[in-house]
């Protein structure tokens, strides 16, 4: 796609729209806070790659003090693991012999990869595949209250770590859960009650690993974790500033977008629609914040199209042609859309990233 | 992305999850269905290209009768010229000197080039940028109620165009409008009035141009419209079904996607997240229909996840491991997500193309 990607120095007021753009420094202080408070508790850190998906990115991550990354599927992994990491965490079932084939090549190339496994199938499949002179670690997922893939209670949780402890092939690594928000006592509950059922067993259970960006700060309530995982503090965007994880300074992306039609009163149009914003509402009624506007709402959204109602915004909003800067509602999958992400500081673009594992839903 | 593509002749049931596939027969028969309906109606036949963004498929609808091709973005105008297309229609406000240079570019190597304005403002910078011995032809956007872009009256339609027919580098092509679905009757009053309007100043408006794929066979009912625009037809999706412009059996694209988890008796999860079907519900409560499985609904999607809640559905659910068939509630927004697209007929794979245009929001 032949986009006018701005070269560095750039004024932000002359990047091409729409372009999600990220502040280098909000985005530092955010890599930063979140170490640290994973490290004065004790913590390992882990950030999902899922929000930038940007090898630069997750470098200065691991250098912040992250122990590694997490992934969520094979094809991502394998990107960054070409770009040098080699401590990944894949929080999925991994299933059929053409992706098992290629996580069986991953893990001969990289010192530590892990996956989880929730069900029999799953782990029937990694053991008809790895070998003991090359075990995969395997960690048993746990649903903890989120209602998504997981096993359901500590009993079942232990069950499948035998099965997974009596293959040469795959090595017992711990548990994991990606929590309900507010769900920290389940998570401690689950999580004590799986690792005594399994030291009365005599299985050791290293890693014990909760994630989530909405509940991040409460990670200390959870002192059976050994590690978090999170993906989106990264960025942050409107959905963490209303779970009171951040604060509108801590937003380090922004959509920028150009009013390009002003049909009514009452309305204006934006040219960052879903292929810009995507139809993630995640319990908003409307479709991102427009920084300065704050009675302008976002009622619709077409692919190029965003659709603004005026009618309760009482500053005059900007004319045609003006650049407009967006709160979207949820960052990762803005990402998702894009092939390069431009990065800005003091009001200058600094550098154009590849998005590296853009679209690797494999 | 090393993504498995897979070679033609492989069977359906070989193909990489998540992967959205299109039934070349079933593709080729809605192309066939919709230009003889407007041959038959005498209305000229302009496919919207944001459903597939794909040159050799927009080649089949241009080979089946279109006259053109409609876009909405200059880059994606400038893939479909690459790919020797010359007689495009830009359905956008082009505003900004780094779009309109590059539309003049665009205007200089194509045959027949148009974009459309709603805005004395979009009109005042494509004026500064056409020169007479190059001209553009622009047409004035109307609402006719659907409530996005456009000009709100006959009145203005006529204002707009007569400063359009003053500028020595443009010229006045007529006029534009995307409805609102159920709009005929305002669509005609608005257009006829225009129309006669600009008679009397002695104004030609040789194109008035409507659209839109749900109301694609009510065409016949705006006879003032001298062509209709659609792209979802193509494909088709579960919101086509829904309006009646088709049946399941004109279901051209489906998201091939695996059951990843079984964790409780009433739920299985899907690999086919918001990376693979987006979070677009058009009015659904769920986010897809899983083929075959009628009270199984996706309440909810992650980016890799998509939880479908069991509890309705009275046919045994497939185990992990086991392939279904997801008809998308939106299937541009699909297309967007995927590098390229897969075709199949008879169960095995035709071709693998791709998605020229993917992203190409500027």
Known sequence: MSYPWPEAGTPLEQVATPMPVIDEDRMAANIARVQAYCDQHGKAFRPHIKTHKIAAV?????????VGIN??????????????????????????????????????RIARLAVVADSEVTVAGLASTFEAGRPLTVLVECDTGARRCGVQTPEAAVALAE???????????????????????????????????????????PVRSSGGSPDLFAAHLVPSATEHRAGTYVYNDRSMVRAGHCTADDLAMHVLATVVSRPAADRAVLD????????DLLGFTDYGAIDGFEGARIVSLSEEHAVVDLSECTKPFPQIGTMVKVVPNHTCVVTNLFDRMVFHRNGRVTRVENVDARGAVW
Chains 1, 2 share one sequence.
Do not use: H, W
Not at 90 to 99: E, F, Q, R, V
Not at 272 to 279: D, H, I, R
């Open 58 to 66: 997750a470098r200065q991550q691991v250098d912040a003090g992250a």
């Open 71 to 108: 992934c969520q599927k094979v094809t991502e992994a394998e990107v960054f693991a070409d770009a040098g990491f080699d401590d990944i965490l894949i929080t999925y079932n991994i299933l059929g012999s053409a992706k098992l084939s290629r996580l069986k090549a991953l893990n001969a």
């Open 163 to 205: 099965q997974i402890a009596s293959v040469a092939g795959l090595r017992f690594g711990g548990i994991m859960t990606y929590p309900a928000v507010g769900g920290a006592a389940e998570v401690e509950a689950f999580l004590a009650r799986t690792m005594m059922l399994l030291s009365q067993k005599g299985i050791d259970c």
């Open 272 to 279: 960052c629609g879903s292929k810009a914003l995507t139809s």
